[in-house]
């Protein structure tokens, strides 16, 4: 009976390892396709990520149209200068910080005197000189005006506005994205304009005593 018994676990020893074999290799070629099954999804999300990044892209080429006006380019950038330098006087004017403001509205009339100089040597000047005649005088005084409170440079910088608006349109300026808003408290609810890069409201008649007085009343695109 014994020996019945080693002969029989002896037959079975082949028959188990062949078994675990087996199943080894089950195990191993599972493991591969899982790890490739990964490595494909992995492929296939970074493709999509790339094709997502790259879709976003050409959405942003597409939507950045270059800055235009009937002027010529030399003339177009000339006038965004301006622009830009009537930035830092508004800013300068809604931080309520008088230096500032003197230094900025100095350096406006200065780029706007080299700009109608330009324009003056052919007929687009015409239209718009006497916008740029009004932008000049009223930078030279508030450029001139010491007011800690910056009242007095908002004074001039009222017309200003009016007037920078006026030439931007008359040039038919495109594409800078520039924001009329329009604040009925100021100069004793008379109500005065200013020009603005974004349409967030910061009051440049109140500065932080009402900083978002005001509304958007035109967009030039």
């Known amino acids: 009976m014994h020996h ?42 970074t ?24 002027l010529n380019d030399t003339g177009t950038q000339m006038l965004m200068s301006v622009v830009e330098k009537y930035y830092v006087l508004k800013n300068a004017l809604v931080a309520t910080k008088a230096d500032n403001a003197n230094a900025a509205a100095a350096a406006l009339a200065a780029t706007t005197d080299s700009f109608r100089s330009y324009v003056q040597k052919d007929n687009s000047g015409v239209a718009l000189k006497p916008y740029l005649d009004t932008i000049i005088t009223q930078s030279k005084i508030a450029s001139s005006l010491k007011d800690e409170s910056c009242e007095k440079q908002r004074l001039a910088f009222g ?22 808003e329009y604040c009925p408290m100021a100069f004793n609810e008379k109500g005065a ?16 005593k009402m900083l978002e007085c005001g509304e958007v009343t035109d967009v030039l695109k």
């Open 47 to 70: 493709t999509s990520n790339t094709s997502s990044t790259d879709s976003v892209k050409t959405k942003l080429t597409v939507t950045a149209a270059p800055i235009q006006s009937k």
């Open 159 to 180: 017309p200003l506005s009016s007037s920078m608006f006026g030439l931007l349109k008359a040039a038919d300026l495109k594409n800078a994205h520039i924001y009329q």
């Open 4 to 45: 019945r018994n080693v002969a029989a676990v002896s037959r079975c020893i082949p028959l188990l390892l062949q078994r675990n074999f087996t199943l080894m290799r089950l195990l191993h070629i599972t493991f591969l396709a899982g790890l490739l099954g990964i490595a494909g999804c992995n492929s296939t999300s």
């Open 193 to 208: 304009h200013w020009l603005s890069d974004d349409s967030y409201i910061k009051n440049p008649y109140f500065g932080k």
